[in-house]
């Protein structure tokens, strides 16, 4: 299952090999059309002469055209499909630097727009781009590779007729030697292409058939965790059933013994209400109780404060009965010492008398 996950989320290694394939086939034509667009001319004189040559006879066409001369006609059983060009080929000269020398080489020129032609005349660095090879458009490629061989030959025929003069047979021999040259290295590149194309769909097919089969089996696993799955949710919920019945039952169990709890706080709190009443009942006695202790000592207080005044006043009569006492003792004191002293006044007085009688006598 890992293997199956990894190949189905990361991106199958088909399209990568084709991008590949496709890359190393569009360089390999790019490669074929430059060895057809550009082929090195020979340092002899006849090849300098034959280049001059094409270049008068294009320059002289060039004119001829500009005058009011009409265009050679095209063939009839050339495709008018997309792309499609029933425009001459012509050879341009382009000096092109190797080994550090500027060496005259023989350019193929293929159908412009008209809106194109100053730019890519003027840029030296634009080339045609060949169309990429599918096996849709082997056939129109095809038939328009012999076309433009057609035009090629029917361009070669308009020259002949307004010069009036056979051409070179070394012109003719190199012309045809370089559009067979060309248009076989063309050919082979684009059987070669076709070829590496027919693998490569050969290869994706059975790849897809892997993916195909390994998915089926991916997918086959997944229903099988998808059922164990559900069977393993279904367990899990009876379980949890079970458990949500237990903790109902549960529940219920204690939601009855809080009832019963609650019954007997209720009578505990009935029967401390009656304690609290009968308390504040004592409590109310007890007021009343210390209310009156409260007159009692309130009547003890006034009657002691009336003994008080009662004992103050025997006390006042009896300090007066006292000082009465007192003044009648030193008063009586006063008398006796009075009468002593006149009792002795009394002695003196007879023995005085005493005297006088014995002195008489």
């Known amino acids: 299952v890992p293997r199956l996950k990894s190949r189905l989320s990361s991106p199958p290694p088909v399209p990568t090999k084709r991008q590949r394939e496709v890359g190393s086939s569009n360089e390999e034509e790019s490669r074929a059309g430059k060895r057809g667009r550009v082929v090195l001319s020979s340092d002899s004189n006849d090849d300098g002469a034959t280049l001059t040559l094409l270049r008068r006879k294009r320059s002289t066409h060039g004119g ?33 630097p190797a080994d550090e020398e500027d060496v005259p080489m023989a350019v193929e ?15 030296p660095d634009t080339k045609p781009a060949l169309e990429v090879l599918t096996p849709e458009n082997v056939e129109l490629l095809t038939t328009r590779t012999l076309a433009q061989v057609c ?8 020259f002949n007729v307004f010069d009036n003069c056979r051409p070179p047979p070394l012109l003719l021999n190199l012309q045809l030697s370089a559009i067979r ?10 059987t070669e292409e076709l070829s590496s194309r027919s693998a490569l769909v050969e290869r994706s097919v059975a790849a897809l058939a892997d993916l195909r089969s390994d998915f089926d089996i991916y997918r086959g696993l997944e229903e099988a965790r998808v059922s164990s799955a559900v069977v393993h949710a279904m367990s899990v919920e009876k379980t949890r059933s079970k458990e949500l019945v237990a903790r109902l039952a549960q529940a219920e169990a204690d939601m009855l013994a809080q009832s019963e709890v609650a019954r007997l706080a209720q009578g505990e709190l009935r029967i401390k209400e009656q304690e609290l009443q009968s308390t504040g009942a004592e409590m109310e006695l007890a007021f009343i109780a210390r209310d009156q202790v409260v007159e009692d000592a309130k009547e003890a207080r006034k009657a002691e404060a009336a003994a008080k005044l009662e004992a103050h006043a025997l006390q006042r009569r009896l300090d007066r009965s006292h000082e009465v006492n007192r003044h009648l003792f030193l008063d009586h004191k006063n008398l006796m010492g009075a009468q002593v002293e006149a009792s002795r006044k009394h002695c003196a007085d007879l023995t005085g008398i005493n005297s006088l009688l014995v002195d008489l006598s």
């Open 109 to 123: 020129e293929g159908p412009r727009s008209p809106g194109a032609d100053g730019t890519q005349r003027d840029d």
């Open 151 to 158: 035009h090629t030959w029917v361009f070669l025929c308009f």
């Open 64 to 96: 001829q055209t500009e005058g009011g001369v009409t265009p050679p006609p095209v063939l009839g059983d050339t495709p008018d499909g997309p792309g499609s060009s029933s425009a001459p080929i012509t050879s341009t000269l382009e000096a092109c």
């Open 181 to 190: 040259s060309f248009y076989s290295a063309r050919v082979k590149d684009l």
